[in-house]
């Protein structure tokens, strides 16, 4: 069964900290891992996009990794703000046009 | 502005009474899709479409219908709507499928089936 698992399911942390956060999937047929961010009430805005190929992609204080061999991802978030926290969520497309969620960490970034 | 609208916002309704969720888009996308997000399940998808009449089921499509006469609109329709079926709703495009493309999500749609 094509799954998508993320840890933690929640995260606290101060603010100024870094924090990472987890994703393995298991899903076949795999064309490429997206992690997105969704504020409470929001529809979710797209992070980063990485192919089986790249292994490290980064925007701004977001940077993710993804190793296909182990079927892992992981997204660190740099030097946190207030407005990071949410919802992130890990996701799969298999094939050309199916998407596979994960359940999301929320994270609470404190002042 | 480029973006993905959704109406209504949010609904009340009874179970049994038919009713339609539009979504639409102004950036001449092929590709988009609905999704239900419950609480511990994440998003799931329901339906998607290719490109106008093409469409199929994704993960949770019962109880759902689609139709895509246009390319900007791509309206979900619950015939029978059930309590199970009270959740959150989003509509996403882009602009076609495969791994190079965003999806961009709506504003999201809260029903409530009593």
């Known amino acids: 069964k094509n799954q998508v698992e993320q840890s933690p399911q929640s995260l606290i942390i101060l603010e100024g900290k870094n924090c990472t956060l987890q994703?393995?999937?298991?899903?076949?047929?795999?064309?490429?891992l997206r992690w997105y961010k969704q504020d409470t009430g929001r529809g979710p805005v797209s992070l980063t996009i990485?192919?089986?190929?790249?292994n490290t992609k980064s925007n701004g204080r977001y940077t993710a990794t993804l190793d296909a061999d182990t079927k892992q991802s992981s997204l660190h978030i740099t030097a946190s703000q207030l407005s990071d926290s949410a919802s992130y969520i890990c996701?799969?497309?298999?094939?050309?046009?199916?998407?596979?969620f994960g359940t999301g960490t929320r994270l609470k970034v404190l002042a | 502005e480029a973006q993905v609208t959704q109406n209504p916002r949010y609904l009340i309704t009874v179970t049994g009474k038919k009713l339609t969720v539009t979504c639409s888009q102004n950036m001449n996308h092929e590709y988009m899709s609905w999704y239900r997000q419950d609480p511990g399940l994440g998003l799931r998808q329901i339906y998607y479409?290719?490109?106008?009449?093409?469409?199929d089921k994704g993960d949770v499509p019962e109880g759902y219908k689609v139709s895509r006469k246009e390319k900007r609109n791509f309206p979900l329709i619950l015939e029978s709507p059930s309590p199970n079926q009270t959740s959150l709703y989003f509509c996403a495009s882009s602009f076609s499928g495969g791994p190079l493309y965003e999806q961009y999500f709506g504003p999201g749609t809260r029903l409530t089936v009593t």
């Open positions: 994703c393995n999937y298991t899903v076949s047929p795999f064309s490429n």
């Open positions: 990485m192919t089986f190929s790249e």
């Open positions: 996701v799969i497309l298999s094939g050309t046009y199916k998407y596979i």
């Open positions: 479409s290719m490109n106008v009449e093409v469409t």
